[in-house]
T-cell receptor, first 111, second 117 residues
């Protein structure tokens, strides 16, 4: 079983829609959680960290459920510029620095 | 300021040849990482360096792969006797320090696209 599992999509939504991505991780020792964004043929960039209490950054909301080992990302009021692949990422406390990536969820926002 | 840079951006080589990929981390970053991204495989960790500590090589797929970091700055990833399955995008990242916190964010370079014919 992969360390981090994501629904690959693709998700195709109209502008203004709300879309949610889910991610599960297999190792209960995972301690830090992130969402990265990767545009086509570009490098991944940090979108936001995910905190236990949940956190919001503008139109983006991240949630963490440690009991279920589940992470989510909600995007409200989708923009064309949100089209990208969203990567769920975890770090284990036992292997600092080593990012474990999901395969990514592809999002296309259409006008 | 300048981000992580990598060279070359593209490399085409013949099976069996050796290749060297270079990474220049962000100035002042003590931690440097190598990942690769293959079609359908997602990003996988290869190796990281933190300061003067021994590198974590646990992600290197075979002994054909090696990396070094000279002077705590520039790093070179070397693949000997390349195979077609080595074809991938090799991404380098750096962070201020090695840790769990989001302040230790890994910033990625644009990658080197390696094609082994």
């Amino acid at each position: 079983r992969k360390e981090v599992e994501q629904d690959p999509g693709p998700f195709n939504v109209p502008e203004g829609a709300t879309v949610a991505f889910n991610c599960t991780y297999s190792n209960s020792a995972s301690q830090s959680f992130f969402w990265y964004r990767q545009d086509c043929r570009k490098e991944p960039k940090l979108l936001m960290s995910v905190y236990s209490s949940g956190n919001e950054d503008g139109r983006f909301t991240a949630q963490l459920n440690r009991a279920s080992q589940y992470i989510s990302l909600l995007i409200r009021d989708s923009k064309l510029s949100d089209s990208a692949t969203y990567l769920c990422v975890v770090i284990r406390g036992s292997t600092l620095g080593r990012l474990y990536f999901g395969r990514g969820t592809q999002l296309t926002v259409w006008p | 300021g300048a981000g992580v840079s990598q060279s070359p951006s593209n490399k085409v080589t013949e099976k069996g040849k050796d290749v060297e990929l270079r990474c220049d981390p962000i100035s002042g970053h003590t931690a440097l990482y190598w990942y690769r991204q293959s079609l359908g495989q997602g990003l996988e960790f290869l190796i990281y360096f933190q300061g003067n500590s021994a590198p974590d090589k646990s992600g290197l797929p075979s002994d054909r792969f090696s990396a070094e970091r000279t002077g705590g700055s520039v790093s070179t990833l070397t693949i000997q006797r390349t195979q077609q399955e080595d074809s991938a995008v090799y991404l380098c990242a750096s962070s201020l320090v090695l840790g769990l916190d989001s302040t230790d964010t890994q910033y990625f370079g644009p990658g080197t696209r390696l094609t082994v014919l």
